[in-house]
């Protein structure tokens, strides 16, 4: 069992920036896929980008080009470097680890676009 605890979220005001990261508890080497989620009130949860073990990224189009991953496996962590914010980036952000016969989620952290 891995854990994902996702940090860096908060309160930013259009055209702002954070960097969310995700921390696990194990080793995230074996996991095929690392990526991002979000989850706005009232809306299904959506990709946000995803990057694989060999460093294939993906990213969703409404991203257009404000948004980077990246994953640090010496350290567990996958980060997502999210820039010019807009009030509809506001959501729950969820972590995703996805290996062969395993899909873990962190607990989530909010990110809130407002002035």
């Known amino acids: 069992q891995v854990q994902l605890v996702e940090s860096g979220g908060g309160l930013v005001q259009p055209g702002g920036s954070l960097r969310l990261s995700c921390a696990a508890s194990g080793s995230i080497v074996s996991f095929r896929t690392m990526g991002w989620y979000r989850q706005a009130p009232g809306k299904q949860r959506e990709l946000v980008a995803d990057?694989?073990?060999?460093?294939?990224?993906n990213y969703a189009d409404y991203v257009e080009g404000r948004f980077t991953i990246s994953r640090d496996n010496a350290k567990n962590t996958v980060y997502l470097q999210v820039n010019s914010l807009k009030p509809d980036d506001t959501a729950v952000y969820y972590c995703?680890?996805?290996?062969?016969?395993?899909?873990?989620w962190g607990q989530g952290t909010q990110v809130t676009v407002s002035s």
């Open positions: 995703n680890a996805m290996g062969p016969l395993t899909n873990y």
């Open positions: 990057i694989t073990t060999t460093g294939s990224i």
